[in-house]
C-alpha cells in the first residue's frame, strides 16, 4: 500500500485547524490501482448553516450543480442509506447509487461511498468535512472551510492524473456551488434581518 498525496502540505496554509482534520479525516492509504486527493474551498458562512445543507444526504442537487435528481432507495437519510443520483446529460454517465457511510454532525463531518451505476468511478469513497476558518473576516462574519478528499480505483485506460484530475473537476465545482449557495442565504437573511 502506498500514499500517493499529503494532505498536510495542501493544507500547510490553512491552519491547525485544517491540517488536524486531514490528518483524521482525510488521509488514506492506497492500492497500487488507486488514486486520492482533496479540494478545499472557503465559504462565506457559518458552519451551522454549510452544514445543514451538506448532511442532506437526500438532496444533494441542492448544491452539486452536476445531479438532477435523487431518490432514496434505503433507509431515511442516516448512516446506512443508499440513494439513487441522477446525473445531468453531457456527463458519462447517468446514474449513481451511494452509501451514506458516516454523518457526525456535531464533528460535521460526511462519508459515502459509490456502490454501484453506470459510471467508472469504482470503489470510490468520499470524506466531506467542514470547520470554522481560524481568522475572523472583517466585519465579524464567521468563515467555513469545506475539505473534500476521495479514493477511488484508477480506471483501465487512465492515469492517476486523469482520474484525479476529472474527480478534482466534479469537486471543485460542487463546492463553488455550495459557497454560492449558502453565501447567497446568508446575505438574504441578513438583508431580511435588517429590514
Not at 92 to 112: G, I, N, W
Amino acid at each position: 500500500m502506498k500514499l500517493v498525496y499529503n494532505p498536510y502540505q495542501i493544507l500547510a496554509e490553512r491552519g491547525n485547524t485544517a491540517q488536524a482534520m486531514a490528518r483524521q479525516y482525510h488521509s488514506y492509504h492506497l492500492l497500487p490501482n488507486q488514486c486520492s486527493s482533496l479540494v478545499v474551498q472557503t465559504i462565506r458562512a457559518p458552519v451551522a448553516q454549510v452544514w445543514s445543507m451538506v448532511r442532506r444526504f437526500d438532496q444533494p442537487q441542492c448544491y452539486k450543480m452536476f445531479i438532477c435528481g435523487c431518490t432514496l432507495r434505503r433507509g431515511k437519510g442516516g448512516i446506512g442509506s443508499i440513494r439513487e443520483v441522477n446525473i445531468v446529460s453531457g456527463l458519462p454517465a447517468e446514474t449513481s447509487f451511494e452509501r451514506l457511510d458516516k454523518l457526525d454532525d456535531d464533528l460535521h463531518v460526511m462519508r459515502f461511498s459509490v456502490i454501484g451505476g453506470d459510471h467508472r468511478l469504482v470503489n470510490y469513497h468520499s470524506t466531506l468535512t467542514l470547520h470554522e476558518e481560524e481568522e475572523e473576516e472583517d466585519g465579524g462574519i464567521r468563515k467555513t472551510v469545506a475539505i473534500e478528499s476521495y479514493v477511488v480505483d484508477v480506471p483501465d485506460g487512465n492515469s492517476e492524473e486523469e482520474t484525479c484530475y476529472f474527480a478534482n473537476t466534479i469537486i471543485g465545482f460542487n463546492l463553488r456551488a455550495l459557497a454560492a449557495v449558502t453565501e447567497t442565504r446568508r446575505l438574504k437573511a441578513t438583508n431580511f434581518n435588517s429590514v
